[in-house]
């Protein structure tokens, strides 16, 4: 890798503090990237060092149970203040000034990563731009969520790429850096058993759910203004789907892959409002302070593919927040005729990465009782004495190396948003199907007819 120097927008906010400095952390600790990697943290306020790296201290040690101090010293080493204000032009250029006078000793690749809030994206990136720091070098590393709806993503892709190309632009989606998510591709070229079984004949349903066990806490401002439908399904749950059932990329680049999935995403037919269900947990209001909230907190859509080969399939994406558990899947259910039990392919994504599969057996006995058992696999049990990478330090690493494949493109992010603004627009103008669930369990929904019903069709 090429030496560079990562610049934070933000370096003093939650995810800063939580994901991105205990990520550069592990990365020094491990040395994964190279020992003369600057980072610079900008804030509009003076800035203690010595105070931010306590506070990250604190987040590994609650994660890791450990904290290396040398670790901290190369983190403490490579990391700088500088103060700007965003909407001063000067202090852009006082930037350049600062990073062009790190290159005297080695010129070096540069990283801005906007961790910050989509709406304050556009006046630095145009100060980044009328400053010349939008060279062929610069690469710009983006925080979902892309947009708010449909309209505002365009808007919001429209600007940054006024002033960088789309090489250089790099969306983040931290699950698609997971490594369950990262070995979907692999799982599929390399198990030619499951190849034939990939279409309509064998697959039922494809269900990806992300539950929370948590609700809103400190996110009740972005929260109420975003709910689960945009804050996880048009991101994370949608990206997930093109991994799953896409077609095998010509080649495992970054190109080939994001054609795959942008092939998938615009044969989708627009979500079905009818075929939407939405929640909220019934502490909502009063953790927001905002008795009126119609936000939904629990998320369901069910959508359809127009390709012959996924025809028929029904595809459901849910996720929510206050529920039973925490627990990100990917389950892929088989057809079976006439059988009481069912084979089933689960991805879990989090926690305990691992794969799943469901077999109906013969219980031991003279009797033929039949009964399901699984064959699974976690990652951190088959490969206990190996590196386990954390998101946010994957998307650090490809940063660096200039590897697009795991971030979202301007075309992937528009269509999810395309998909999804049938439902959008129908939430916005009435509310009357906003069901309230009791924190800690999962939503009990009325009755929806099935997507066949629904569309008249009959199921194969």
Known sequence: MKPAVIVIFGITGDLSKR?????????FTEEMLPLDTKIIGVSRRDLNIDELLGSVELCVLENDNVCDPEGIARLR??????????????DYHALRAHLDALDESQPRERIFYMSIPPSAYT?????LASSGLNDERSRLLLEKPFGYDLKSAEALIGVVKNHFTEPQIYRIDHYLAKETAQNLLTFRLHNPIFTPLWNNDHIERVVISAREKLGVESRSDFYDHTGALRDLIQSHLMQLLALVMMDIPASMSSHD?????QYF?????????AQAERAQYDSYRDEVQNPDSTTETYAKVHLKHSAER???????LETGKAMPEKSTSISIEFKSPGAQHRNSLTFQVQPNEGIRLELTVKEPGFESTMRQAALDFTYKTMFADEKHID??????????????ALFASATEVLATWRLLQPVIDQWA??????????GGTVPVLPATPSPAAASGTSST
Not at 123 to 127: C, D, G, L, R, T
Not at 310 to 316: A, H, N, T
Not at 391 to 404: K, T
């Open 19 to 27: 994901k991105l400095l205990p990520a550069l952390y592990r990365l």
């Open 77 to 90: 080493a490579a990391l700088s203040a500088f103060k700007l204000e965003p909407n001063t032009d000067e």
């Open 123 to 127: 006046p630095i990136v145009e100060h």
């Open 257 to 261: 892959i994001h054609l795959s999935k």
């Open 265 to 273: 995403l615009e044969q989708l037919l627009p979500a079905d409002p």
């Open 310 to 316: 996924w025809q028929g399939v029904d595809l459901i």
């Open 391 to 404: 998101a946010y330090e994957r998307v650090l690493v490809d940063a660096v190396r200039a590897d697009q």
């Open 429 to 438: 103008k009435d509310s009357h199907d906003l069901v309230i669930y009791p």
